[in-house]
């Protein structure tokens, strides 16, 4: 999956694909959050990208991964 570099404090860059958010740590994490929708991937890239990727991970199953 092709992720998009963010200005962010604790997130590196992040994706979207079929339904799929992948979303690279700072720390090197690569997480996975399952069912999200295109609108809210979207709304996650602009503003507070923590705060909202907080958000996301409390309502969508995740799965780490590794590149």
Do not use: C, N
Request: charged share 30%; net charge neutral; hydrophobic share 35%.
């Amino acid at each position: 999956m092709q992720r998009k570099q963010v200005s962010a404090r604790m997130v590196k860059s992040i994706g979207w694909e079929d339904g799929t958010l992948e979303v690279e740590y700072i720390s090197g994490l690569i997480h996975q959050y399952h069912d999200v929708s295109e609108d809210e991937f979207i709304r996650a890239s602009i503003g507070s990208i923590d705060k909202k990727i907080r958000l996301i991970g409390k309502s969508h199953p995740f799965t780490k991964t590794s590149d």
